[in-house]
């Protein structure tokens, strides 16, 4: 059974381009402390994708691994 190492997220694949890499946009919503408005953040991750199995528009889980390359420190779990 493998161990969960690290944060988990949600998200929808916006770039396919590279070999064996994705860029993922996870969107999050938290609550502002003073006006307790909802505001909507939007980061982008890049995720280790072997095989390109991913195409543009798909909802993936990404999981925090071990760095990988430069900028890449998830990978994809699931569909």
């Not at 988990?8 to 890499?21: A, E, H, L, P, T």
């Not at 939007?42 to 990404?62: F, R, S, W």
């Not at 925090?64 to 390359?69: A, G, H, L, M, V």
């Amino acid at each position: 059974m493998e161990e969960k190492r690290g944060e988990q997220f949600k998200g929808i694949v916006v770039s396919n381009k590279m070999k064996d890499s994705v860029v993922v946009n996870v969107e999050t919503f938290k609550k502002h402390p003073r006006y307790a408005k909802f505001v909507r953040n939007v980061k982008k991750y890049m995720a280790h994708d072997p095989g390109n199995a991913h195409e543009i528009g798909d909802m993936v889980v990404i999981e925090e691994t071990r760095p990988i390359s430069k900028r890449k420190c998830f990978k994809v779990v699931e569909k």
